[in-house]
């Protein structure tokens, strides 16, 4: 009898069991589910969609509180009291009972507007499926890291591009969880405008992985911001050998400029320069505005760039010419003044220009 009770016990729950992953033949579950944080100061705004999902609810995290919120629409909003780091957490439903969920952690950085930089723009998670967090700069405190160099000068006669800008420190600050890049006008080493250029060469590189950086960029003509990354090599093989990532550049100014910025790679093609790029533009406002995560996915076998999670261009990095990116690449940020390629500041420029970066964080 007491075997009886155990056996009738065991087919119970193994029937509860059965009855929870059961999923009738008429249900479909959600599927490519896609969320998109915008942040404005301290007021996020969630939009999801997945496929075959006919309701979502929002849960908003902080500081032990939750608050729920349930959409029809996909789209929800809450607003923070505090900085901090927080998370919410999407779940797309066909049913009550069927369902798929997605958990993003960001920040909130209500010190943003003291500093002159955008308040608002999209934002990126703290994590993906797959990838794991392996270096970031929150540009926390008041002061680079020990992570970044400066590259001070004139470059020998502009950098290679007949730029106009004499780099120094000086123009380098971090304060209120930004860091900020300026270029201006005033004489220094025989240049009559000063910028900064920073890099993490020496120190920290990689290898493949997911790239995102949060800026809001310097606008008009002459202005030339760049988040970019050069191979390890780059003292022994010299360039392009050593190979050229540019995650971003913006050549500001009048039509289309203040709101097109660029991906491309550069690769030494049997001694000679080859590049492949393309560009992405915005709908309407200019990336001044406010901030944009440029990223790039990188791989073994192809490069990504993408804008708020938009891809506008892939590369594929394996034949053999390519093998530049089969090795490791360092970071530099930096915002050039004229060259060949945006040409010089005219009388529609206005100085001093800022480059803000809010993060960089890198995913392999």
Not at 275 to 293: C, K, P, R
Not at 326 to 350: M, Y
Request: hydrophobic residues 40%; glycine residues 10%; negative net charge.
């Amino acid at each position: 009898m007491k075997n009886l009770v155990m056996l009738l016990s065991i087919l119970i729950i193994l029937a509860a069991c059965q009855k929870d992953n059961y999923i009738p033949k008429d249900i479909v579950l959600p599927s490519n589910l896609q969320v998109t944080l915008d942040i404005s100061s301290a007021t996020v705004d969630v939009t999801a969609h997945a496929d075959s999902a006919n309701f979502y609810m929002f849960t908003f995290y902080e500081n032990g509180d939750s608050t729920m919120i349930k959409s029809n629409a996909g789209v929800a909003t809450h607003t923070f009291s505090t900085s901090g780091e927080y998370s919410v957490k999407t779940v797309a439903y066909t049913t009550s009972e069927h369902f798929i969920t997605e958990t993003d952690v960001f920040e909130i950085n209500l010190n943003l507007g003291g500093t002159g930089a955008p308040t608002s723009g999209p934002t990126s998670p703290m994590s993906y499926n797959g990838y794991t967090l392996v270096w970031q700069d929150e540009f926390n405190g008041n002061a680079l890291s020990a992570d970044w160099v400066h590259e001070t000068g004139n470059g020998n006669w502009g950098w290679g591009n007949n730029e106009l800008q004499y780099y120094t420190s000086q123009n380098t600050t971090v304060s209120g969880g930004v860091l900020q890049i300026t270029a201006k006008q005033e004489a220094m080493g025989g240049q009559n405008y000063t910028s900064s250029r920073i890099k993490t060469q020496g120190i920290q590189s990689w290898k493949y992985g997911r790239i995102d950086i949060r800026a809001a960029l310097p606008k008009g003509q002459g202005i030339w911001p760049a988040l970019w990354m050069l191979g390890d090599n780059i003292n022994s093989v010299s360039w392009p050998a050593c190979g050229e990532i540019d995650i971003m550049e913006m050549i500001g100014g009048a039509g289309n400029n203040d709101k097109m910025v660029h991906g491309t790679a550069h690769w030494s093609d049997n001694g000679s320069h080859a590049q492949f790029g393309d560009s992405y533009t915005l709908n309407s406002g200019i990336f001044a505005d406010e901030f944009h995560v440029f990223s790039i996915v990188w791989n073994a076998n192809s490069i990504t760039w993408l804008v708020d999670n938009t891809v506008f261009n892939t590369m594929s990095t394996t034949p053999a010419q390519l093998a530049e990116f089969q090795e490791k690449f360092f970071l530099i940020f930096n915002v050039a003044v004229g060259g060949n390629w945006p040409g010089n500041p005219d009388a529609t420029t206005q100085l001093p220009q800022t480059m803000y970066v809010d993060y960089v964080r890198v995913f392999q």
